[in-house]
């Protein structure tokens, strides 16, 4: 009996369609679980499992906002992506998916009565209540993101196309050959070798009832090994529809090989559908071109440029071109801040972009005439991401030091906000609260350098702490109010350290000339900034030993703090740090990047380049002398793992107290969710070991 119900249940779930497929499988099904906090710590574990509020997206009549969130499931090592759906006000908060696999790029169809979504690869349509679940046909490759035209008769999307010859391309009997035939850089890239790339398809949808069909695919770049849009980041927020449908801007770098290596000369493109004309409206400029944006009434096009080739942290400008003159502009010339995210407001005489300025990324408002306006005030200490304008507010996200990302509504008369959703109160009202300052301190250089500091809960100024100094990556980034399940600052300080966040030179958030200092000067006067903001903390009463710890070029802080500290510190850790300069150069597979950095290849004999290999960290390691714990991606291939191998391995031969840690699957950043957890308890566990009072 129990065999025939079994066999009837399963008849059912395949003759019922893709409606039951979501609750197929009910055990690898994940979403929103309990969260058990104890004695108000909060935990790695309890980091990664708290709710991840993503991409909200407007319905057609302006009422609901669909969103999705993502949940992780440590014991099974991977995280689900589900939808909600909510009133424009935050009421009426409901899950519409309960899906083993992540819904992602989910997006409303013309009357807000669907949506569409990928899973898998793969594009599906359902109802706005998660019901009937249907795959849309016509599409035979996988796919990663989309985007529908403006009048719902055409799609863009992103696949992927074979780059790198393979074994029977050459020698048609060595099918079983595992072999990678190499002619050109870059044949890797972030964690990957590249064999395989992205372009952009655009095809017409037709409709009957409720079954979509695609059909007449076309490559925006067919016949070309063109990126687009441009790894390892890009998506589709480098293209963009007209308003009549009839054309796509997008960006592109349009070279391959060793020039591609070293360039960053993406530019803007308008490519006519009906014709295939593509003309470049941004030639002539080398650095990079992204972020195209048609206004409301077609007449304009806006992105956001940097002037300099090879630099990729130069000021990101905000361009405007009137398409019926060719006349362009900088609309950011008096503006000393980068423009990110740039959205047309909806009477089209305007554009909505975000910035980070002064270590607090806002809202800001440019006109055409080059007029910018702060809608977010400075004193609101959260950062905030972009924006989809509702009468006289804004939708968005924002996050902080103390709580991830949720969505916000944003009054753009006073910059106030509204929280709409509360995915993580639940837990964070459990979790006992850190104190956050910001002070500004005099650099040795008599300049004023804007510095976090957060203090544990219960801070008792009469007793002593253990002090953590991070040391942020880029180098050109910056240390805003940021949350992340990578480097966690509220858990550090929750786990009882005083934090230390100097955002030194080459910080992003203070104009492009602080930004610039830190070119061609690793050694020099961002190291001073470290120690000052570190002395600045250990001269207070409260301070006990001090550690520090960084990634990337965080973690070549490190290494070269370990060789030039004189005793200050008590205990280091390097995460995919630079340890080599030399070798790093010819191992990392963005060349731009260490060409304009470091002053060119070592083998260069103009000042700059000898001034900066002769003082890379492995130069220092005599006089190592305080433990340090060395991370590492093996999968990592803008740092290479062999960084972190050199320093451990020179560590060890000096008689330096030193662990490593590595991760076979990971790549400059550790994501997986037990490999986080564990890189986590380990980091706590060599801190705790080295700075207990």
Not at 53 to 74: A, F, K, M, R
Not at 605 to 633: E, Q
Request: charged share 20%; with cysteine.
């Amino acid at each position: 009996m129990k065999k025939s119900l079994l066999f009837i249940s399963l008849f059912l779930t395949a003759m019922t369609g893709c409606k039951q497929q979501q609750q197929e499988d009910t055990s690898s099904v994940i979403e929103k679980s309990r969260i058990e906090v104890v004695n108000g710590k909060m935990t790695p574990e309890i980091m990664l499992t708290m709710g991840r509020v993503s991409d909200p997206v407007l319905s057609p009549d302006s009422q609901e906002i669909l969103y999705g969130v993502t949940y992780t499931d440590i014991a099974q090592n991977r995280s689900v992506r589900q939808l909600f759906i909510m009133n424009v006000d935050g009421s009426d908060n409901r899950q519409i998916t309960h899906f083993s696999q992540s819904a992602n790029c989910a997006r409303w169809a013309e009357d807000g009565n669907a949506i569409f979504f990928i899973r898998g690869g793969e594009l599906f349509r359902m109802n706005a209540d998660g019901s009937a679940v249907t795959k849309v046909q016509g599409l035979e490759r996988q796919i990663s993101e989309f985007a529908f035209s403006p009048d719902y008769k055409q799609i863009m999307y992103i696949s992927e196309i074979q780059y790198a010859t393979k074994p029977t391309d050459v020698y048609p009997d060595l099918d079983k050959s595992s072999g990678r035939v190499i002619k050109d850089l870059m044949y890797r890239h972030w964690d990957c070798y590249v064999e395989k790339i992205p372009h952009t398809f655009v095809a017409s949808v037709t409709r009957d009832g409720e079954k979509y069909t695609l059909s007449n695919e076309k490559d925006l770049v067919e016949g070309t090994l063109f990126e687009l849009p441009t790894l390892p980041f890009g998506g589709l927020e480098q293209l963009n529809w007209s308003p009549d449908c009839s054309k796509i801007a997008y960006s592109c770098r349009k070279v391959t090989g060793k020039e591609y290596a070293f360039s960053t000369n993406t530019d803007i493109y308008i490519y006519t559908l009906a014709t295939g004309e593509c003309i470049n409206i941004s030639e002539g400029n080398m650095g990079y071109d992204t972020d195209p944006v048609f206004s409301p009434d077609g007449n304009y096009i806006a992105w956001v440029s940097m002037e300099r080739g090879g630099f990729e942290a130069d000021k990101q400008r905000l361009f405007l071109m009137d398409l019926r003159t060719g006349e362009k502009r900088d609309l950011s010339a008096n503006f000393g801040y980068n423009v990110t995210s740039p959205v047309w407001n909806k009477k089209g005489d305007g554009i909505w972009f975000c910035s980070l300025v002064n270590a607090i990324q806002g809202i800001f408002s440019a006109d055409l005439y080059g007029n910018i306006t702060r809608i977010t005030p400075e004193t609101s200490w959260y950062d905030f991401e972009k924006v989809i304008e509702f009468g006289d507010r804004l939708i968005c996200c924002n996050n902080s030091m103390s709580r991830p990302y949720e969505i916000v509504s944003v009054s753009v008369e006073d910059g106030s906000f509204i929280q709409l959703t509360h995915e993580n109160d639940e837990v964070l009202s459990q979790i006992a609260p850190e104190k956050i300052e910001e002070r500004w301190l005099t650099t040795t250089d008599n300049k004023k350098m804007h510095t976090w500091v957060l203090f544990p809960p219960d801070f008792d100024p009469q007793k002593k702490y253990p002090v953590m100094l991070f040391c942020n990556g880029g180098p050109q980034t910056t240390l805003s109010q940021h949350w992340s399940v990578r480097w966690n600052f509220k858990m550090m300080a929750n786990h009882g350290y005083i934090v230390v966040l100097p955002n030194r030179r080459g910080s992003t958030a203070f104009g492009q000339e602080w930004c610039d200092q830190i070119t061609r000067d690793y050694p020099g006067q961002n190291m001073k900034d470290y120690m000052v903001a570190a002395r600045n903390i250990k001269n207070e009463p409260y301070a006990g030993k001090i550690g520090a710890s960084g990634a990337s070029y965080g973690g070549y802080s490190i290494y070269y703090l370990a060789g030039t500290h004189n005793g200050f510190f008590d205990a280091f850790l390097a995460h995919a740090g630079i340890f080599n300069q030399e070798q790093m150069y010819m191992m990392t597979e963005e060349l731009w990047f260490p060409n304009w950095d470091n002053g060119g290849a070592p083998w260069d004999k103009n000042p700059d380049a000898v001034r900066h290999y002769s003082r890379s960290p492995h130069k220092l390691v005599t006089n190592w002398d305080t433990p340090i714990m060395i991370t590492h991606g093996e999968m990592d291939y803008r740092v290479p793992v062999e960084q972190g191998m050199a320093a451990f391995n020179a560590a060890k031969m000096l008689g330096v107290p030193s662990e490593m840690l590595l991760f076979p699957e990971e790549n400059h950043w550790i994501l997986r969710p037990q490999n986080s957890v564990h890189w986590h308890r380990a980091f706590f566990d060599w801190f705790d070991k080295w700075l207990a009072q």
